[in-house]
């Protein structure tokens, strides 16, 4: 299991941070803190593969295919997905800007 790591994370994100999770709902920063905060989600597994990277001048695309299990509160949830992470380079760290994951029907996962 992973631990919470709320003062990383918030450095992690971009204050201007949009994303969108597996059901499509959109994110910002606070509501991924929100949920990352101790006693929120707790991740199990973060398996990833096909992981590409690209860097262009100040902005990193990283796309990739993963399977994510956890739980959050009593709901266990186990999700396999494409995503694209983009990155900007900002007072000389990454920080996360945007963020895309497309659930996978179960069979294309493996």
């Known amino acids: 299991m992973f631990d919470c790591d709320s003062v990383t994370l918030e450095k ?4 201007d941070y949009r994303g969108f999770d597996p ?5 910002d920063k606070h509501l991924i803190l929100q949920a990352y905060r101790p006693g929120g989600v707790k991740l199990h597994a973060y398996d990833v593969e096909e992981l590409e990277t690209r860097i262009i001048e100040s902005v990193g695309i990283i796309m990739g295919k993963g399977r994510i299990q956890g739980q959050y509160g009593e709901y266990r949830f186990e999700h396999f997905v494409r995503f694209v992470d983009v990155y900007v380079q900002r007072d000389g760290y990454w920080q996360l800007y945007y963020s895309q994951v497309t659930p996978l029907p ?3 996962s493996k």
């Open 23 to 27: 059901q499509g709902q959109a994110q």
């Open 12 to 15: 992690l994100i971009a204050q």
């Open 106 to 108: 179960d069979a294309e």
